[in-house]
């Protein structure tokens, strides 16, 4: 599939940069000032061009909505596209650096920076869900990346909250470096955190939530999971979750969330038994945190405190597995040493109260760090050795509240860093490169916040110092004290404003350019780059120590619960010496360092997040807001930096390593100077020599565009280098083949000519003999299996297969199928002459009847399969014992009853059914009176000429009579009531119409009987339609099937309409 065709699938054709709003690339705007810088931004914002270039710098606004800008064909052609062949994008920074990693095997990184709300957090997912759909699918790469892609929504759950200026807020530090192999496949991941605010377990500002965990868990969890925790749907029953009053939120789904953090735990690795430990530590934070404290006064007058309500105690203790005494003992009381003795003290319910929030933030922090332990170990690279490495920073943004404290402080300390590091590689460095080679280049003035950051990290004078200092005192700590030492240390300072008081009030945040002399109580204010902060000291040093009391390591190292032990190791008894851990600004600086470090010795790529808006809604541009970023973040400066300098810099001698196959003059080796190289490499290209700028140890390359022009030609040549090697190595090497072959068939082919014709004449004899052999054996084998067949016929056929009915027969070879189907007729043959020398005379009439029958009625009649299995028994009213009868058949010569039954006579006029007895004889058919058994007609077997049917299950029949030949009708004498016939005898009645349940056996019967009579069978008519006698006039009889619903199955209705009469069935 072409890439324009990628491009054109989906509503994919709008990628084009002649489609872009404003200036896609900040460094084409003509004039350049803030306002129109702002400008742009605001216009591609209203279009929903939320990117916008700085060279090779990425501006992202944050949209506060979803936008259709990502999808699996975006990455496709992202991948293969340089930075500035299509719209700016998040896609073509990760691009850059994924293709930089493969082909340069350089280490990159992307550098992810905002204030908190900005999209930064959602930038780095982006990254590396483009990382996730450009690489490899190899069944292991889809697993590990899999792994890294699922291990953002976990850590979010964990380590996200909703804040006042964003609803999913990192509240700690994420950098996740990507190992690759040489094709750009992941082979795994290592994530590093930076200080989780675990302050924020146990208080949350107004308006401000927990971590998203404790709402998913309450939320999403099904009924059991609750119960098997100690848990209650109900948020309002926990402490730490209640203050906030903050407990939905429209933009998080926490319900569906708990779904996506429990698959992510299964996708990582952790077994059901690891998922339900985590949420018995998450829900013993929220059960500790509804325990609460009774003062109480001891006999000593020292103040102690008892516990209010046991049974959260109880649940926790079932939870963790501990002791519900030494863990009342852990919380309640303090045992400290003395003189080389240990005496317990009591804790006073302030003490106690503060020692439980420890537990819980100590609780939840670990668990914290073990989850990114876990997460480490499931992504870790299986195999050893180097490899290059892709680096995607996320940090919390900087924070300015209405009351910041220890934790604000370090967040920001963290961004300074961080701002240090970017100013100084694109502002700073940049400037004094171009300097130092001897560029021409007109400097660029910039805030430089190196002393802010020394101010705060400097050994032995700075703040963080002097924190530690306070805090490694023996005696009664003091934040005032901390303050005070501020004070001495920065008066006069115009970057750190410091009053201490004892007494506490609310504290503020102003911006830069506004000059407040006056300082809330207990606070110091700082300049940072992005904003004047003002923070209360009040729980620095608290913070800072970050000390859980021995008791509590004892007892959560003694409890049940598996992890406990992982999580406290220094409540294990058996450990000599206590070391005092470092204290948290300390073990900050050295993590911040060691980032900064490593980002040092990676190529960087910056995607600068913006916020809009502060009330984190679509479409709205706040100016103000926006000029205060672009202004903190260097933005213009970096702009005309880029503008007036150069995207890429090599020395000759790697520039000309690098793109010597480019020039004949310098392919495949430059023997001269590597500068003057560079230049006949420069002039051989098909680029303006602008580009281009030459400096004492390097040369510089002025746009990203030429530097992807530059690696598509070393690519492109590098491929006929390929080519051409690939020729000449398959040419050589099948030249050598060749005459190796050729020789070896020489020799080879003499001696199987040899060979061959002995080898003919051996097979051509032993194929003789074989044929010979073959139609011996064939010929007696045969026989064999011929006697064989006949034998096990004659033994296997089944008792009853003399029944003429029966289908059985023994299967038999294909060979002999022939054989067997003419010895199966003849058994055929054999069993029904055997079945018919066992009939007697009435049988034999009986089977001739069923014979008759089938060839009349069969495929003709409906009614007719039926009839089959029901045997033809004639006299079904045993009129051959009636001795009435018996004397008057002697007189009609009608001894012989061949059928006798009582059915209807249908009348001529209406149609009526009328019962009457039907009696045939060997010689005629009789009608006579059911009850007085006198004959009403008596018609010879001669005088019936056709039998008339239907088709249909009706049981009509008409027999019709000769005309010449009038019917004798016998009456008697008397003038008998309720006869149906009392006419002359020479008056012609017709044909007769009947209806019965034995029409096939009657019909069959009085066909044999004409047949017997007049030597010739009567003519049997089964139509829809034929014609009537009735007397003097001829009647049509139509058969209709209706289906009427006055008509039930299985019967008639018979209606005369003058010269017609219907049937319907």
Not at 62 to 72: C, D, E, R, T, V
Not at 297 to 324: A, F, H, M, R
Not at 595 to 622: A, D, T, W
Not at 992 to 1014: C, P, R, S, Y
Request: proline share 4%; charged share 25%.
């Amino acid at each position: 599939m072409s890439l324009d065709h990628v491009l054109k699938k989906g509503g994919m054709d709008v990628l084009s940069l002649d489609q872009e709003v404003g200036a896609w690339d900040s460094v084409l705007m003509d004039p350049l000032t803030e306002d129109s810088f702002i400008a742009n931004l605001h216009q591609r914002f209203k279009r929903d061009h939320i990117y916008t270039y700085i060279g090779n710098v990425l501006v992202s606004v944050n949209p506060y909505k979803k936008l259709a800008l990502y999808s699996g064909e975006l990455v496709k052609a992202y991948r293969c596209r340089g930075l500035y062949q299509l719209p700016p994008h998040i896609y073509a920074i990760a691009g850059s650096a994924y293709r930089f990693l493969r082909d340069r095997n350089e280490d990159q990184c992307i550098v992810v920076s905002g204030e908190s709300g900005a999209g930064k957090t959602e930038a780095a997912r982006i990254v590396l869900q483009f990382v996730a759909l450009a690489s490899g699918q190899s069944r292991e790469v889809k697993i590990m990346k899999e792994r890294l892609v699922q291990a953002g929504p976990l850590l979010e759950a964990f380590g996200n909250a909703k804040t006042y200026r964003n609803d999913n807020s990192s509240r700690f530090g994420k950098y996740l470096d990507i190992e690759f192999d040489y094709k750009g496949d992941p082979l795994g991941g290592t994530i590093t955190n930076y200080l989780l605010e675990k302050s924020r377990v146990t208080c949350q500002t107004q308006g401000e939530r927990n971590f998203h965990i404790f709402y998913q868990l309450l939320t999403g969890a099904d009924i059991q999971l609750l119960k098997s925790l100690k848990l209650q749907r109900n948020l309002d029953n926990y402490a730490f979750l209640r203050s906030s009053r903050v407990h939905s939120l429209e933009s998080l789904d926490d319900k569906q969330d708990f779904q996506v953090t429990r698959r992510a735990l299964e996708t990582l690795g952790f077994s059901q038994e690891d998922i339900v430990n985590v949420f018995k530590i998450v829900a013993s934070v929220l059960k500790l945190g509804n325990i609460g404290f009774i003062p109480t006064n001891n006999i000593d007058g020292t103040e102690g405190c008892t516990i209010n309500n046991d049974y959260e105690l109880y649940d926790v203790c079932e939870l963790i597995g501990s002791d519900q005494a030494t863990l009342q003992a852990a919380m309640t009381s303090r045992t400290l040493e003395e003189n080389q003795d240990l005496v317990t003290a009591d804790l006073s319910a302030t003490e106690a109260t503060y020692a439980r929030d420890s537990l819980c933030k100590a609780l939840y922090s670990r668990l914290f760090t073990w989850l990114v332990n876990k997460i480490n170990e499931s992504t870790k690279v299986k195999q050893y050795g180097k490899r290059k490495v892709l680096g995607i920073l996320d940090v919390y943004g900087f924070e300015m509240f209405e009351r910041n404290g220890f934790e604000q402080f370090i967040i920001n300390f963290c961004n300074e860093k961080l701002h240090q590091v970017v100013v100084e590689t694109t502002l700073k460095e940049e400037q004094e490169e171009y300097t130092r080679e001897g560029i021409e280049w007109m400097p660029i003035e910039f805030f430089n916040n190196s002393v802010i950051c020394e101010l705060i990290e400097k050994n032995n004078h700075g703040i963080l110092s002097m924190l530690d200092e306070e805090c490694l005192k023996s005696g009664v700590l003091s934040d005032e004290l901390f303050l005070s030492k501020l004070a001495q240390c920065f008066a006069g300072n115009s970057h750190c404003e410091v009053k201490g008081t004892s007494v506490f009030q609310r504290n503020f945040v102003t911006t830069p350019g506004t000059s407040d002399n006056s300082l809330p109580p207990n606070c110091f204010r700082l300049r940072h780059y992005a904003g004047t902060v003002t923070y209360n000291v009040c729980g620095f040093v608290d913070k800072n120590n970050d000390i859980l009391h021995r008791d509590l390591s004892l007892a959560m190292y003694h409890c049940e619960h598996p992890m406990l032990k992982t999580l406290f190791p220094e409540g294990n008894p058996k450990r000599s010496t206590l070391k005092r851990p470092a204290t948290t600004g300390t073990q900050f600086k050295i993590s911040i360092s060691a980032l900064v470090r490593n980002l040092g010795c990676k190529q960087p790529h910056y995607v600068r997040c913006i916020k809009p808006n502060e009330l984190k809604q679509p479409r709205i541009f706040e100016m103000a807001l926006v000029q205060h970023q672009v202004r903190y973040l260097g933005l213009i400066e970096t702009v005309r930096v880029r503008r007036s300098g150069f995207c890429y810099r090599l020395p000759y001698q790697q520039f000309l390593s690098r793109y010597k196959m480019l020039s004949l003059h310098t392919w495949p080796n430059w023997q001269g100077p590597p500068v003057e190289g560079v230049s006949y490499l420069i002039r051989d290209l098909p680029i303006p020599s602008g580009e281009f700028a030459f400096g004492r140890t390097k040369v510089f390359v002025r746009s990203p565009r030429t530097v992807f022009e530059l690696e598509e030609f070393r690519r492109e040549r590098l491929e006929d280098l390929a080519m051409l090697l690939q020729k000449i190595w398959r040419g050589y090497r099948q030249r050598k083949e060749f005459l190796r072959k050729k020789h070896s068939q020489v020799i080879i082919a003499s001696a199987w000519r040899s060979w061959r014709a002995r080898e003919e004449y051996r097979i051509l004899r032993h194929r003789k003999q074989v044929e010979w052999a073959v139609n011996i054996i064939q010929r007696h084998y045969i026989h064999w299996k011929r006697w064989q067949f006949l034998l096990r016929l004659a033994r296997q056929l089944p008792q009853e297969s003399e029944s003429p009915i029966s289908r059985e027969w023994p299967p038999c070879h294909k060979r002999l199928a022939e054989t067997s189907l003419i010895l199966r007729r003849i058994h055929h043959k054999w069993r029904c002459h055997r079945y018919r020398l066992k009939f007697d005379q009435t049988a034999r009439n009986r089977m001739r009847e069923k014979v008759t029958a089938s060839i009349i009625f069969k495929d003709r009649k409906a009614s007719y399969p039926r009839s089959v299995s029901h045997p033809f028994l004639g006299d079904y009213v045993r009129l051959r014992q009636n001795v009435q009868w018996k004397k008057a058949c002697i007189e009609t010569n009608d001894q012989y009853v061949v059928f006798a039954d009582i059915i209807n006579k249908i009348t001529r006029s209406s149609g009526k059914f009328v019962p009457i007895l039907f009696v045939l004889s060997t010689s005629s058919m009789l009608i006579l009176d059911q009850r007085t058994l006198q004959i009403k007609y008596r018609v010879p077997a001669a005088e019936i000429y056709r039998l008339s049917l239907s088709p249909y299950l009706d049981d009509v029949a008409v027999f019709h009579v000769r005309a010449p030949s009038p019917s004798s009708e016998v009456t008697s004498h008397q003038n008998i009531p309720g006869c149906l016939f009392q006419s002359d005898l020479s008056k012609k009645k017709g044909d007769f119409v009947f209806q019965t349940g034995h029409v096939i056996e009657i019909v069959t019967k009085l066909f044999l009987v004409v047949q017997n009579a007049m030597g010739k069978p009567p003519e049997v008519n089964i139509s829809t339609e034929f014609e009537a006698n009735f007397g003097q006039q001829t009647v049509l009889f139509t058969f209709k099937c209706t289906g009427l619903p006055e008509v039930q199955p299985g019967q008639i209705r018979i209606l005369r309409k003058g010269n017609k009469m219907e049937v319907l069935v």
